[in-house]
């Protein structure tokens, strides 16, 4: 079982919110989970801060879904920078008026007010519309007094969120400055906003969740916009853990090697028992997907047009919401294949679905780890995919699926009817899927993080002088 080092122990992430954002706001709680299953903090886990600039009753919603779905240990542990930016009195909390230096908003922008639970302002974010570097800008943050009136400013969001989680840290260590804390940012924004916290106690470890490449994808291909600024800081961070082995290799033939990057997978828990092939509805296809272009599930129902003319009894059903859902309707509606794909909306128990499927479908241009394979892995259920980076080649490294050529939808047809048609591969593979989930189980990932923790904690902080 995995150990690790006596410390403190914070995720944090930009927001954590039900239904949003795909796999990574599901990622990021089960890291905190699996973290108090090692052990950390006796059980608890760690703390979950966000800084997403909601009311203190929508986090507290938040909180109550997530307990109610089993999402986390304790919701207490769940904090929000703005659910305590105010001081019981009104205007904004001590932390935070301390941070703050005399100046004033900038007149030529607008800021969005952030009140407390009387409507008392306590800070004003600056709107910078249309700007992807938003996170990134100086514009003055605006702090106000339990009047109601500026009392100082900050020197942009990467202030503010210094300001409170300095506090937070400050609060954990109870006066000891050497006392030794992890913090894991989920999120590329808030990396490259902390990559110069210089604390010599402090350790930042970076976890990726998505790709660094735009199309076509390739090793070569350019890097997104998005990241170019973050590879720049990258070897600021302590330790980047990388989802994949093949993504690892990628970037550090491409920006050198270094003992920062390492390999932390998402882990996926083993399923109580695994449905065996005479459970499974013959025929049934699954997929778990956000309905967004990047996973292109019109090439799964423009391909299910050709497997329904080998299987007729096949079934498509699709979990997920999202921008597409209209045009794939149309496209299902002008297929004539209504009575075959259907657009089942979310579910709340994928797991009783993928013991429902005799395959598991993935159709996505790109992914960051491919969580719904491993999912679909560790409930048996064989997987049929694209080969895309990164992901499906390193989760059906060891079998459990059929990967095919990108973008080929008559390969991707005819490994679906193979596996559709052939109860002898459709048994090998659903054994050899519950082998393969291993690589993703959570003592795997806990290991290899604890590994990643204590040794950043044996070596001096990357952005420290001392």
């Not at 350790?203 to 199309?215: C, G, N, Q």
């Not at 076509?216 to 997104?224: E, G, H, K, S």
């Not at 241009?365 to 679909?376: K, N, V, W």
């Amino acid at each position: 079982m995995a150990e690790f080092p006596d410390a403190e122990y914070l995720i944090l992430s930009s927001r954590l919110i039900p239904d949003r954002d795909g796999g990574y706001a599901l990622a990021t709680l089960a890291r905190a989970r699996q973290m108090a299953g090692a052990g950390v903090h006796g059980g608890l886990g760690p703390l979950l801060l966000t800084l997403d600039p909601g009311t203190p009753a929508e986090h507290a919603q938040h909180r109550a879904a997530f307990a109610g779905r089993d999402l986390v240990i304790d919701p207490a542990r769940m904090r929000n920078l703005f659910d305590e930016s105010a001081a019981p009195r009104g205007g904004a909390a001590d932390w935070l008026r301390a941070a703050a230096h005399p100046g004033e908003p900038d007149p030529a922008l607008e800021y969005r007010v952030i009140a407390d639970a009387e409507g008392r302002s306590v800070v004003g974010l600056p709107v910078i519309a249309g700007d992807p570097d938003w996170h990134v800008t100086a514009a003055p943050v605006a702090v106000y007094d339990d009047r109601g009136f500026v009392t100082g400013i900050l020197e942009g969001f990467g202030a503010l969120y210094r300001a409170w989680l300095e506090h937070v840290v400050s609060g954990l260590r109870g006066g000891d400055p050497s006392r030794p804390v992890v913090v894991v940012c989920e999120s590329r924004q808030l990396g490259e906003l902390l990559a110069g916290w210089d604390d010599p106690a402090l350790r930042l470890v970076h976890a990726i969740h998505t790709i660094h490449l735009e199309p076509p994808y390739t090793p070569d291909a350019p890097v997104n916009p998005l990241w170019s600024r973050w590879f720049g800081l990258a070897e600021r961070f302590d330790a980047v853990l990388w989802p994949t082995r093949s993504q690892r290799s990628d970037v550090e033939d491409r920006f050198g090697s270094s003992p920062v990057h390492v390999v932390v997978p998402h882990a996926v828990g083993a399923a109580a028992s695994v449905a065996p092939l005479a459970e499974r509805v013959p025929g049934r296809v699954v997929m778990l997907s956000r309905l967004a272009p990047g996973k292109r599930i019109d090439h799964a129902v423009r391909a299910f047009a050709v497997v329904r003319e080998s299987v007729p009894t096949s079934t498509l059903d699709i979990y997920g919401e999202g921008s597409e859902h209209d045009a794939l309707q149309r496209l299902i509606d002008e297929l004539g294949l209504d009575a075959h794909v259907v657009l089942r909306g979310l579910t709340s128990d994928p797991g009783h679905e993928l013991d429902a499927a005799s395959v598991f479908l993935s159709t996505s241009a790109f992914e960051g780890q491919g969580l719904s394979i491993a999912e679909a892995l560790v409930h048996g259920c064989p997987v049929v995919a694209y080969d895309v980076r990164y992901g499906p080649r390193d989760l059906l490294a060891d079998g459990g699926g059929i990967l095919v050529p990108d973008a080929d939808l008559h390969a991707l047809a005819a490994a679906l009817v193979e596996l559709l048609t052939d109860v002898e591969l459709r048994a090998r593979l659903s054994a050899e899927a519950v082998a393969a989930a291993r690589a993703v189980h959570p003592d795997h990932a806990m290991a290899a993080l604890a590994q990643a923790v204590g040794d950043v904690l044996a070596r001096p902080s990357r952005r420290s002088a001392g």
